[in-house]
């Protein structure tokens, strides 16, 4: 019987990767080998980078615009965010009181979101260039990836555990917390295990 203790929190998590100067491995948007992404030694700048072709782009900066007064009629302070792209150019905006209605001409303030918001794996593609993963493959229509190689050993070596532990600190997260169920269930590990497998030869 193979034992597996599953690491606590998320270590496979993208801010958790970057945070300890790991790399999210991806296809290179121009040659389609293996390009990393990873932080700067101020955690300031995200920066995809390919071995192959040498492209290199960083992250662009992310905004968020919002318009924030008090009402000319009812005098409540409102702060609401403003989403139309077509508003994000100008100086001020119209925004509508949330409380009576009324029209108001507001300054709209533009203030630059942290390069970590919203760094999920959203359909196997990294969240800051948006390239598909490089160790992605799909199980009966269901999609697998990984991260990098050392996530994809972590998987490889939970898939093929028959006995699953978790250490004491029963509640806090482990590694597995976001696994889908079907990579969880023993009828699976065999044809699951090959395809990491394959997935693990790549160059």
Not at 1 to 8: A, G, H, I, Q, S
Not at 165 to 193: C, F, G, W
Request: aromatic share 12%; with cysteine.
């Amino acid at each position: 019987m193979k034992r597996f203790v599953d690491p606590l929190f998320e270590p496979y998590s993208v801010p958790y990767i970057l945070a300890r100067k790991g790399s999210i491995v991806v296809k290179c948007p121009k040659c389609q080998s293996a390009a990393y992404i990873g932080a700067d030694s101020n955690r300031e700048n995200i920066e995809l980078f390919c071995h192959s072709c040498f492209y290199r782009k960083l992250a662009e900066p992310d905004y968020t615009y919002s318009a924030a007064a008090i009402c000319t009629a009812c005098e409540c302070w409102f702060n609401e965010p403003v989403k139309d792209e077509r508003q994000f150019t100008q100086k001020h905006v119209h925004i509508i009181c949330p409380a009576c209605h009324t029209d108001n001409i507001v300054e709209l303030h533009k203030r630059e979101s942290s390069v970590w918001t919203g760094s999920d794996i959203r359909n196997g593609r990294d969240p800051f260039f948006d390239q598909e993963l490089y160790f992605l493959d799909y199980y009966r229509g269901k999609m697998v990836w990984a991260v990098n190689r050392e996530h994809l050993t972590y998987l490889i070596d939970y898939i093929a555990a028959s006995l699953r532990e978790r250490p004491n600190s029963s509640h806090v997260r482990t590694a597995s917390y976001r696994l889908p169920k079907y990579m969880k269930e023993a009828k699976n590990r065999n044809d699951l295990i090959r395809l990491l497998q394959r997935m693990q030869r790549k160059k």
